[in-house]
Each structure stands twice: as C-alpha cells, then as structure tokens.
C-alpha cells in the first residue's frame, strides 16, 4: 500500500496552489470561468460603457440635446488632412458651405466641406452650460471643437437638434425603463415563482391557472390599448410610469414558470429535506436554502430580458406609445423615420438603430456568458 509522508503531501498542495485550485467561492468560480468567455467580455465591457454614457450623458455630447442648427444637416467626418492633402496629428472638422456649382436637378447650390474654416477637435472643451446630474453646473465637454463651434457627427433631425446629442441623452430613458421593468418583472416573478413551486398542490395550481391567463393575453394590442388609455395632457413622469407599469405587469409571468420550475426540483433535494426535518419555517427554508440556488438562473434570465424591454420600447415609442417629448428615448427618435422619402434623403436619421443594436448584443452577449459561466456541466 503506497502511503504519503508529510513532505510529500506539503508538495502536493504546493503544486495545487500553483495551478490555481485553491477553495475558491461561487462567485469567485463564476468569475473564472466567465472571463474565459470572449463574448461575455465584450458584452460586459459594453454594458459598463451604456451604462457610464447613461450616467454622464451631459459630460458626454458635444451639445444640448434640445438646441437647434440647421435642420437635417449631414453629418461632419473627422479628418487629419486639410484640401492639398496635407496630414497633420491634430483632428478637424469642417463646416459646410455653398460652393459655386449647381444641383443639375434641383438648380440649387452643391454644399460642400469648408476647407478654408477649420474647426479643430479636442478632449475636455468648453462648450455651452449644462448641468451635470441636473446639479452640478459645468462647460467642459468631453469631446468638442476647440473654438465652441458647432459639430455633428451624426448629423441632425428635421428640427436641427443634434442626433448624436440626443441619442446619448436617450440611453438615460430606454435604460432606465428597461431596467425598472425587469426589476419588477425579476421581484414578482420570482417571488411567485418560488412561492408556487415550493408550497405545491392546491396553491400551485391555482398560481398556475392564473399565470397562464396573463400569458395568453395579445401582449402587442393590450400594450397599445393600455398605453392609449393615458390622456395626451397627462405629465410625462404620470405617462413613463404607467408605461413601466404595463410592461411590467405583462412580463412577469415567464420569468415565475422559469422559477417554479427551479423550485419544484430543489424543494425535493435532501439538504432540504432536512431543513424541514428540524423544524425550519417555510420563509427560511425559502431564502435561505432555495432561493441563493435559484439567483443564478434568474441572474442570466435577467440579462437576456433587458434585450427583450428595450426592443419593446423601441418599437411602442416609434408608435408613439411609450414616451413623449419632451423626454428623448431611441423609440421616439426613430418617429422620425416613418417615411421611405425620408430615410432615403437623411439616412443618419436612423442612428438610434445603432443604439439600439449595440445594447441588446451586450446584454445578450453578457446573457450568454453568464449562462455558461453558472452552468455546473
């Protein structure tokens, strides 16, 4: 029989600690074996960055999100060359201007770059007064001409508000209906969830019954119908709240199947058993045995409903059923492209598709990898 003396098993745990296998916790665990995930990094990296241009979106745009220029003016490249071809490390921007040649269709003037008027680029700028957090007066923008001029990147609407201004100020919104609707969805779904599958029987069936009748609801007509109900002159705070509210009410029901189902296979595991056989109350079993077992399933289911909300949100608010002016969201900038003579003259109206797309790959991404990282097989 091959025994071990105390040097030999000294080496051993050496050897391990050296390879990493040291007691780690859960979420330590989960951390690991997210990071391997490339997809789930890009995701996670993007999220912080949505929810950073959320947090600072005035420090952010290069201007108000309500001041107005030149109605659908294009939008300005940067550029590190000047007419002749010359490159220089300094960043510009040119302003357009009416040269001498005309439209052989419309007879106007051609607009083109002002090369002659350059407006160069630089970080931390002054520009017009804005309130940080709506608290905190400040004039530095993050990224801006150097001479207070106005610049588009990604042009500007039919009114000339800057879109990129307002796409950035329209994250706070979409963001935070999304969040708050999956924070309810997540609070009563789950609680449901567990309360059904834990107690069983008559209860059970009964939660279930009613469950399926909010699932079997038209969820597209009701939404247009609650949301209709709302008079035109209510204030916009009374408005965004019901919107939450509806989209919330609607939305719990997957997420409680999803639990119950968790439930009824961990209500019959022995540890707690057990925890019934001495005696334990049912809310400690609950949360102390049943739901730190379930918050990994509803983390990731978390992830991968926030998609979900800010696509509904989106399409409500290009019907004009989610938000109002003079609130901004991605939803009501895209009202604008309700005509196909629109989208085909001033195609940069449809940057707040970009937005949109961006956050629901990050948090189907960061959704994925999280699915992996928890996952036990």
């Known amino acids: 029989m091959l025994t071990l003396n105390e040097t030999d098993t000294d080496a051993i745990a050496a050897a391990h600690n050296e390879r990493g296998h040291r007691n780690e916790s859960y979420a330590a665990l989960v951390w690991r074996r997210f990071r391997r995930s490339f997809t789930g990094m890009i995701g996670f990296i993007l999220v912080i960055l949505l929810v950073l241009m ?15 220029y030149q109605s659908f003016s294009p939008p300005q490249t940067i550029s590190f060359s000047d007419q002749d071809g010359n490159y220089s490390i300094f960043p510009r921007v040119y302003g357009m201007a009416e040269t001498d040649e005309l439209d052989p269709i419309t007879f106007q003037p051609i607009v083109g770059p002002d090369y002659a008027n350059p407006h160069y680029l630089g970080f931390f700028v002054r520009g017009s ?3 940080l957090f709506g608290l905190i007066p400040m004039e530095r923008r993050f990224f801006a001409t150097t001479d207070g001029t106005p610049v588009h990147f990604l042009g500007t609407d039919k009114f000339g508000r800057d ?9 706070r919104i979409s963001l935070a209906i999304a969040l ?3 924070f309810i969805i997540t609070v009563v779904g789950t609680s449901v969830g567990l309360v059904s599958g834990y107690y069983g029987g008559t209860a059970d069936a009964w939660i279930q019954r009613f469950v399926e009748v909010v699932l079997a609801f038209p969820q597209l007509p009701l939404y247009l119908a609650l949301t209709s109900l709302i008079p035109v002159t209510a204030p916009t705070h009374i408005f965004l709240g019901f919107v939450v509210v509806v989209m919330s009410a609607l939305g719990w029901a997957q997420m409680s199947r ?8 961990l209500a019959r595991i022995e540890y707690v058993r057990a925890a019934m056989a001495v ?15 379930v918050m990994s399933h509803v983390i990731v289911a978390v992830t991968l409903h926030i998609p979900t909300v800010v696509l509904l949100e989106s399409f409500l608010g290009f019907l004009g059923f989610a938000v109002k002016p003079p609130l901004i969201s991605w ?3 895209l009202q604008d492209t309700a005509t196909y003579s629109v989208i085909g003259s001033y195609p940069w109206i449809l940057a707040p598709v970009g937005f949109v797309f961006v956050t629901v790959f990050a948090f189907n991404a ?4 999280l699915r992996d990282a928890v996952d036990p097989y």
Do not use: C, W
Not at 54 to 68: K, N, Q, V
Not at 163 to 171: D, F, K, T, W, Y
Not at 279 to 293: E, K, M, S, V, Y
């Open 366 to 369: 960061l959704g994925d990898g």
């Open 331 to 333: 939803g009501l900038m």
């Open 54 to 68: 959320a947090i600072f979106a005035e420090f952010l745009s290069p201007l108000g999100p309500r001041e107005t």
């Open 180 to 182: 708050s609707v999956v």
């Open 279 to 293: 005696g334990a109350t049912d809310t400690r079993i609950i949360f102390q045995h049943i739901l730190p077992n």
């Open 129 to 131: 007064e804005y309130r």
């Open 163 to 171: 879109v990129l201004s307002r796409a950035i100020h329209g994250s």
């Open 258 to 265: 999803e639990v119950r189902g968790k439930t009824l296979a």
